[in-house]
């Protein structure tokens, strides 16, 4: 063993006999603080795993809806249009490609898209996906969403959305 490891792992050898004398545990000075960044840091990931999880579900649920409704199916029939849905932290990366009636969904990051939804965070996305309104002017006015690109193609995106989650839950006006 060489005289550095062996400087290093003594005294910790000995504080380790020490503790376990006394029944007492070891205490670190500022575990609560590293506690408190590690356990903000997992929320944030866990954020935005749902909010990606959530995004990707509400697309299956639009795919199958083309796939089995006729009338839902005009909304993208002689359509092309490719959305990239992004976080600014990386979190969240959707690529969603709609072409002549078909729609592809992957979870990349794309150069060629007509637009690009860039959301603050996880939290952000979940609130446009879930709130009462679902408004896209309110989540760029509080700068939750920054969009580039063709916004006329966020509205139509929003509009089956919208229409898609009203009948899910039943609220879709006839």
Do not use: W
């Not at 960044?37 to 909010?51: D, H, M, T, Y």
């Not at 809806?65 to 990366?93: A, H, T, W």
Request: charged share 25%.
């Amino acid at each position: 063993m060489n005289s550095l490891l062996r400087r290093y792992t003594i005294p910790l050898n000995a504080a380790d006999r020490i503790f376990r004398l006394f029944k007492a545990p070891p205490r670190m000075p500022f575990a609560p603080y590293f506690k408190r960044k590690a356990s903000q840091k997992f929320l944030k990931v866990i954020e935005g795993e749902i909010a990606e999880t959530f995004l990707e579900v509400l697309l299956f649920f639009m795919k199958v809806k083309f796939m089995l409704d006729p009338s839902y199916r005009r909304n993208i029939e002689n359509f092309k249009g490719c959305y990239q849905f992004k976080s600014k932290d990386g979190e969240v990366s959707v690529f969603v490609e709609f072409d002549s009636g078909k729609m592809d969904i992957k979870e990349t990051l794309a150069d060629e898209v007509d637009v690009t939804c860039i959301f603050k965070d996880g939290r952000s996305l979940i609130n446009l996906l879930l709130s009462r309104d679902r408004d896209i002017l309110r989540g760029l006015l509080n700068n939750e969403i920054m969009l580039t690109g063709n916004l006329n193609y966020m509205y139509k995106f929003g509009f089956m959305a919208n229409h898609l989650q009203l009948e899910l839950t039943g609220n879709l006006p006839i």
